[in-house]
Structure formats: structure tokens, C-alpha cells
């Protein structure tokens, strides 16, 4: 390997959805990038099946029909194959290792099925193969596994792994609508394929628990192991039902060390109300464990999408760059913080809570708002609470203003013959 | 460096609370770590103020006074700073790194205050300084925005990163309870200093805010650019009547992008009860990110404790001796995956929720907790909805039981001349 390359080079395999992806990242943040890295990333060659389909994206890219023009070209450091599937990725990866590029893969069927096979022969070839984009799109679940939680033993991972299932699941309970409805309406916005049955079946979530009790439990079970049962059989009602109950119904893929072997399976689960698995809705994804060490954990993120895979192959490709083709891991951290202009607390911009202690007088009400128009702001919510101490209580919820427009109304309140006191201010929203 | 080193030794200043959980995790899990690594990891010397106090405890390390037997000590790969403060610790990190050791520390007032000058004297060395504990505890936020997201820009981070107030605000609300008296309570339970004032005054996660725009953002202020507010003047009727209008309180420290330059705050907010961070209870801690690729993600964990603490600052001596001490970066996956036992279906343990349309006669739902008591299953909630399609429906929710044990019932419920259907059986719990 040459430690000191002026670029690292780059052969898409594949051109769809995160494939693109990809190519949009290494165009859009280029200079952040290479800031980071100290050296450029370049896609030199894209292999597709149709070259006239893709002409007008590559963007000076090399499009090829022909896999041998990736896997046998020197200049390529990294294989990026984005086709999905088994047939012929599998060869193609076998065969990147074999010529010895690194490999980064999104696919998770294949890792699932023959990671052993691919992790042996990359130690053969001493070149490595990454996966993060094949588990939780964007979220970083494979690196945090791997370094992050890496003096833990891992006893149990609970994933909402499929952003299809928890985007139905999520709209069933807050639209009370019935399955087939959500499902149409989920295909229409393009959250739900076509041909739906790998992700509402927990096909889908159970590939990937089985790559996250290799990574988290380090643990090598097959996709034959896992039970699963899809979302196809919930009825509203019993979601519901279980509201009252004080529960949410989320597709939920686990493992689980027990003193015989390991659990896995996905079904949907009905899981308490108040648990951090509860809050995620709509196609986000999120990875809950438990490590012996640290205790519990969760990550949580957007599991599909363009840009958010193309996020996690590109952390991916970094991280080889970062490890492998510079000396060590200093990650220029030291170079890439730069000095900035900050903004004072004046400039900060958020809604408002406050509370006011009121005269109770006829009236009273409309000097308030007026005195907030007068000071240009608008106030979303008002409302009279009980007498406290004799005043009647007032609370208010403005819209978004500046801290200083805030500041100067504070100051000039009590003028008003009406409010008695500033009895609490709280700043609403991120 | 030698890269076939047989161990990684470590030298620790400070045996504290964090101290001690680095020590008890190289106890408990070594083999693990072994496997993982390739390498055994071996604390040599700890230095300490008082030797005798420690003399027990130390399981086979060396205890030393004197600092420079662990700086001048050529078998020693990486000095691991937890002792906290200002002072002496800089003095320390600096002779550290000028003898070319790797820094791993979880003080975030010096990394906050310092950074620069670390970053900058570790260049020189041609070593570098790990900080994952110095924030969020046990999280991996700092790898997770070092790699997990290296190719995005992060536009915002917002954190709950200090468990005290967070553990404060969580039992005002539940508890109903005033500031003083959670206060009190907090103290008495371990999850607040006798001296709260850095945690409750916003200083603390105010350090971290400044780590965090420095990793996260990259972009380099000081703690004096941070405006911060604490959470004594937050009363009790102000978070009931937030509440009322569908937001939690949270002491929320923020960074953000804006086209004058960044804004950086610590104050408590009021967040959309539905906000992911609305769910972080008592002393856990959370980062909710966004990125310019990957969207918003979140990561969760706990922010503080022995443990907790101890596993980030052990991922990051992994990470240096995964990184600087081997020759690259591959983790040992494929060896550190191994064959299991796999447990069937049958043997989940979960509760069940389950519907049922039951005969509208005198004596049935006696029948039917029968059935469930001669089945061996408990009952945790029994309840009788509105009649449907002429049936009257019962929802149950049991105690936690083998799958095969509800099985079986299940098989001859229909039996039981009561129930006419089962109309729904989801698992719950996770």
C-alpha cells in the first residue's frame, strides 16, 4: 500500500439509489472531505448495466458495462459495490478481494449469508471489507459496535430495523387507519416498494440481526435461525388496545446471549410507552443494547434513503482511507477545527414560554397581547390559569423571535398596569 | 512503535471513580478484549495521592506518587489521565505527550479549555490525545462524529449532557416535587455532588458543548463564547403547564451553524414531548444531530458512572491499539465470531397480549382465567371492550411465559366452549 497517495480512488459497482448517493456526498462535501482526510476521494469508474441510462450523471466519471474494468485496474483502492441482491454481487465482491481492493458493501443479504467466506478471504488477501450502509442506512450501528462499545460484552440487541414496517406501523396508530390503506399510501410516497414482501414479511430486519449478532454479539448464526413474522396481521384495534395498555406496536429485531445459545427473531412487539424504542415513528430506524460494561444504549437514525446510505458507505471508505493509507489514525482533528465568529445569547432565536401573575381586571387579557404586538411578537397559545396569591396566572406561548425582541418586551412588561409579576420564562424548542 | 507488541500497557493517573471502572473492566472482561485485540491489555502503574488508601485494589498494578514512573516509562504505550480539573492534569497531558505516550483522558474542562494546545504538542509527538468519556459518558459520540458521520457536515448538535439535572428534571415531573427537595433526593442517591453547582449551573455541560462544536462542527470556541443558564429557577407549575401543552423540560446544550458564525448555549428548554430527546429519563444523557447527509440521528446512553465512563475510555485505548500498535485497522471480526447454540421460537420468553370474542354468557371470563391458570400462565390485566359482530371482546395481557407454554394453550383454547375466536395474539415486552 502506498501511504502517502495524493487521492484515494474509488470503483462504484452499481449506480441506483445509494450509488448515487455516494457520487453526490464526493461531489457536494469534496473540500470537507479532503480537509479531513488530508487527500481527495475521486470515482473513477462506475460499472452499470446500461450506459446510455446513466450518461448525463457520472460527472466525469468512467461508465463500463464490464466489472473486470474495477477489479483489475491498479489505480482503484476501493471497491463500492451498491447492486444489492446475491447473484452476481457475490462473485464480484469474492473476486474484488481475490485482486486484494478493500470492499465496502451496503448489502446485507450478502453479509448475512456469507460474511464468514468474505472476512476469511479478506485476511487471506490482508485487505478488509466494510459494511455499515447494510444495518440502519446512515446510523453508525457497525462502527459503534465494533470501537465504540469494544470492551463490552454485548448481551442483547433490539432493532427497528426497517424503516417500511415502522413508517406502516407508525401512520396505523396515529391515522387509525387499517393495514392495506397505510400500505397503499406508503407505496404512493415511495416508503414501501412495489412488491412490499421482503420488508413487511421482517425478511428484511432479518438479515440484518443477523449481521448485528455477528458484530454486537460476535456470534455467527444464519438467516435459517431467525424466526420471523411480519406486520401484515395487525389490526388497529389492538393497537389500540394496547395504547390503553400503555404500549406502542413496533416490528422488533432481537438477539439475545442466553445461558443456552442466542434468541433472534423479529415480530412485531408491543413495548412500553415511556421506552426510547417507542419515540421512533415513521421510517426512522434505531438500535437499542445492552452491554456489560456500559449499560444501556441507543442509536437512532434515518434507516434508508440516498444520501443517508451514501453517508455510511462514505464513513466507511473514510475510515479505510483514515487506517490504511495514511500512516496512522490521527484523524486531523487538530487541523480541521478552524476559529469562528459566535453569536451572543441576543441572537439566539426560539419560542418563548412565560408565565405572568395578572390583575384581575376587565380588559387585562388584550393590554397583554397588545403590549406583544407592539413588541413584534406573535403569541401561538394563551391561556388563563387558576388564581395564584391573588392574581390571575397567564401563560403564553410565543412563536420563534430573536432573544433581543424578547429581551425588550421583559423589560417594559411590568410598565403595563396589568401584569403583577414575571413569574417564569422558558425557552420552547431546539 | 513496535506493531507486534504481545500487550498494551497502560499507566493510570488518578484511581478514582473512573479510574477504577478502566481497572475492574481490564479485570472482567481481559479474555474478551484479548480475543478481540489480538493483544493483551495490562495496567503497570497507577498513580495515586495516598498509596495506602488504594493497597488493596490495585490487583497486581504498581502504585507509584510519583507521576513520572508512569511518563518515563518506556514500557508504558498509553498514559490514561482521570484524576479531572485544571491541575495538575495539564502539566501531566503535556509531559505526556512530550514523551511521545498516547493520551487517553475523560476531562472535559481541560480537553474544552485545551484542545488546541493538545492536539497541536501531539502532532509535534507524532502521537495523539483520545476524549470519548469527556463527553456523554459511555456514549461513543465522539467516534460516532470522528467516523460515524465523517462525511457530513454537521448544521446542529443538541445534547442532554449532564445526568444530574437531567435525573432533577426527570423526578420534578414524575415526583411533583420542587427543585430543593429532588435536589436533596439526587444527593442522597449518588446522582448529585454535595456541591452541585457545576452540574445544576450549566458549567459542566456548557465544557462539553465546547468539545462537542470542536468534534462535531469543527469549529474552535471557548467556554466564555458559551452562554449558560442552569435549572434552579425552574419551578414545578411551569413544567406541569408545559406539559399541558405537550412539551418536557430539558436542560438542552446546543451548538449550531448560522450563516454569522455559530451559536453556542446551555439552557433549559422546552421540547415537543414526541422529540426523541423527550424520552431521556433520569441520569441518562443523549446527542441529536444533524447532518448535511445522514439527516438527524440520535445517540443515547449513560452519561456518567464508574463503568459506563470506564467503557469509552477503554474503547479508545482499543482504538489506539487497534489503530497505531497493529498494523491496520481490521478488528478481528472474522475470528471473534463464533459458532452458537440457537434457540427456537419455542423457548422466547415474552408476554402476550391477546383478543379474543367471547360468548356473552354468565361464568365466561371465570372460564377463561381458568384456562389461563390451568395452562400455568398468569394473567397481568384482564378487560371486557365493547361488544363486535355480536361477540363481547376480551383483551388479556400475561405475565411473562414461554412461548411454547402459551402455545399450548393457545392449541385448545378454542376448546373452552366460551371463546369463539382469538382475534389477535401480539408478543409484548421486548
Given at each position: 500500500m502506498d501511504s502517502n497517495k495524493s487521492s484515494i480512488t474509488l470503483g462504484l459497482i452499481g449506480f441506483g439509489n445509494v450509488g448515487q448517493g455516494v457520487h453526490s456526498i464526493v461531489q457536494t462535501n469534496q473540500g470537507m472531505i479532503q480537509d479531513r482526510l488530508g487527500q481527495a476521494v475521486h470515482i473513477k469508474t462506475i460499472c452499470v448495466r446500461n450506459i446510455d441510462k446513466y450518461k448525463g450523471l457520472a460527472n466525469g466519471a468512467e461508465l463500463t458495462t464490464d466489472v473486470n474494468d474495477i477489479i483489475n485496474d491498479p489505480d482503484i483502492d476501493i471497491v463500492v459495490e451498491?447492486?444489492?441482491?446475491?447473484t452476481p454481487a457475490y462473485d464480484y465482491i469474492t473476486e474484488a478481494l481475490k485482486h486484494k481492493k478493500y470492499v465496502v458493501t451496503a448489502n446485507k443479504e450478502l453479509i448475512a449469508k456469507h460474511k464468514k467466506t468474505f472476512f476469511e478471504l479478506a485476511k487471506q488477501n490482508d485487505v478488509d471489507i466494510f459494511f455499515e450502509a447494510s444495518v440502519g442506512g446512515g446510523i453508525p450501528i457497525i462502527k459503534s459496535f465494533k470501537?465504540?462499545?469494544?470492551?463490552n460484552q454485548i448481551e442483547s440487541v433490539y432493532g427497528i430495523l426497517n424503516g417500511t414496517t415502522n413508517f406502516i406501523l407508525t401512520k396505523l396508530f396515529e391515522n387509525k387507519q387499517e393495514f392495506a390503506t397505510v400500505l397503499k399510501e406508503a407505496q404512493d410516497l415511495g416508503?414501501?416498494?412495489?412488491?412490499?414482501t421482503a420488508d413487511v414479511s421482517g425478511l428484511d430486519a432479518a438479515y440484518k440481526i443477523v449481521i448485528l449478532t455477528a458484530v454486537a454479539l460476535k456470534l455467527n448464526i444464519q438467516i435459517d435461525d431467525v424466526f420471523y413474522e411480519g406486520i401484515d396481521q395487525i389490526q388497529l384495534k389492538d393497537i389500540q388496545y394496547l395504547d390503553e395498555l400503555g404500549y406502542r406496536v413496533r416490528l422488533i429485531a432481537k438477539a439475545k446471549r442466553m445461558a443456552e445459545g442466542v434468541f433472534a427473531a423479529v415480530y412485531p412487539t408491543a413495548i412500553p410507552s415511556e421506552h426510547p424504542l417507542s419515540t421512533v415513528r415513521n421510517e426512522f430506524n434505531a438500535i437499542y443494547s445492552t452491554g456489560n460494561m456500559v449499560g444501556e444504549s441507543m442509536i437512532y437514525g434515518k434507516g434508508a434513503g440516498s444520501l443517508p446510505t451514501g453517508s455510511a458507505v462514505m464513513s466507511d471508505i473514510l475510515d479505510i482511507a483514515f487506517d490504511i493509507y495514511t500512516h496512522h489514525s490521527r484523524r486531523n482533528l487538530e487541523t480541521k477545527i478552524d476559529p469562528t465568529s459566535v453569536l451572543g445569547i441576543d441572537q439566539n432565536e426560539t419560542q418563548f414560554y412565560v408565565r405572568l401573575s395578572v390583575k384581575?381586571?376587565?380588559?387585562a387579557l388584550e393590554k397583554i397581547t397588545t403590549a406583544f404586538k407592539d413588541a413584534n411578537i406573535n403569541i401561538s397559545n394563551i391561556i388563563q390559569k387558576e388564581r395564584l396569591d391573588g392574581h390571575a396566572q397567564v401563560v403564553i406561548l410565543t412563536d420563534v423571535v430573536k432573544e433581543k425582541t424578547f429581551n425588550a418586551l421583559k423589560a417594559t412588561m411590568l410598565d403595563t398596569d396589568v401584569i403583577h409579576a414575571i413569574d417564569a420564562v422558558i425557552r420552547v424548542g431546539l
Amino acid at each position: 500500500m502506498d501511504s502517502n497517495k495524493s487521492s484515494i480512488t474509488l470503483g462504484l459497482i452499481g449506480f441506483g439509489n445509494v450509488g448515487q448517493g455516494v457520487h453526490s456526498i464526493v461531489q457536494t462535501n469534496q473540500g470537507m472531505i479532503q480537509d479531513r482526510l488530508g487527500q481527495a476521494v475521486h470515482i473513477k469508474t462506475i460499472c452499470v448495466r446500461n450506459i446510455d441510462k446513466y450518461k448525463g450523471l457520472a460527472n466525469g466519471a468512467e461508465l463500463t458495462t464490464d466489472v473486470n474494468d474495477i477489479i483489475n485496474d491498479p489505480d482503484i483502492d476501493i471497491v463500492v459495490e451498491v447492486i444489492g441482491g446475491e447473484t452476481p454481487a457475490y462473485d464480484y465482491i469474492t473476486e474484488a478481494l481475490k485482486h486484494k481492493k478493500y470492499v465496502v458493501t451496503a448489502n446485507k443479504e450478502l453479509i448475512a449469508k456469507h460474511k464468514k467466506t468474505f472476512f476469511e478471504l479478506a485476511k487471506q488477501n490482508d485487505v478488509d471489507i466494510f459494511f455499515e450502509a447494510s444495518v440502519g442506512g446512515g446510523i453508525p450501528i457497525i462502527k459503534s459496535f465494533k470501537v465504540g462499545y469494544s470492551a463490552n460484552q454485548i448481551e442483547s440487541v433490539y432493532g427497528i430495523l426497517n424503516g417500511t414496517t415502522n413508517f406502516i406501523l407508525t401512520k396505523l396508530f396515529e391515522n387509525k387507519q387499517e393495514f392495506a390503506t397505510v400500505l397503499k399510501e406508503a407505496q404512493d410516497l415511495g416508503f414501501a416498494e412495489s412488491d412490499p414482501t421482503a420488508d413487511v414479511s421482517g425478511l428484511d430486519a432479518a438479515y440484518k440481526i443477523v449481521i448485528l449478532t455477528a458484530v454486537a454479539l460476535k456470534l455467527n448464526i444464519q438467516i435459517d435461525d431467525v424466526f420471523y413474522e411480519g406486520i401484515d396481521q395487525i389490526q388497529l384495534k389492538d393497537i389500540q388496545y394496547l395504547d390503553e395498555l400503555g404500549y406502542r406496536v413496533r416490528l422488533i429485531a432481537k438477539a439475545k446471549r442466553m445461558a443456552e445459545g442466542v434468541f433472534a427473531a423479529v415480530y412485531p412487539t408491543a413495548i412500553p410507552s415511556e421506552h426510547p424504542l417507542s419515540t421512533v415513528r415513521n421510517e426512522f430506524n434505531a438500535i437499542y443494547s445492552t452491554g456489560n460494561m456500559v449499560g444501556e444504549s441507543m442509536i437512532y437514525g434515518k434507516g434508508a434513503g440516498s444520501l443517508p446510505t451514501g453517508s455510511a458507505v462514505m464513513s466507511d471508505i473514510l475510515d479505510i482511507a483514515f487506517d490504511i493509507y495514511t500512516h496512522h489514525s490521527r484523524r486531523n482533528l487538530e487541523t480541521k477545527i478552524d476559529p469562528t465568529s459566535v453569536l451572543g445569547i441576543d441572537q439566539n432565536e426560539t419560542q418563548f414560554y412565560v408565565r405572568l401573575s395578572v390583575k384581575d381586571e376587565t380588559g387585562a387579557l388584550e393590554k397583554i397581547t397588545t403590549a406583544f404586538k407592539d413588541a413584534n411578537i406573535n403569541i401561538s397559545n394563551i391561556i388563563q390559569k387558576e388564581r395564584l396569591d391573588g392574581h390571575a396566572q397567564v401563560v403564553i406561548l410565543t412563536d420563534v423571535v430573536k432573544e433581543k425582541t424578547f429581551n425588550a418586551l421583559k423589560a417594559t412588561m411590568l410598565d403595563t398596569d396589568v401584569i403583577h409579576a414575571i413569574d417564569a420564562v422558558i425557552r420552547v424548542g431546539l
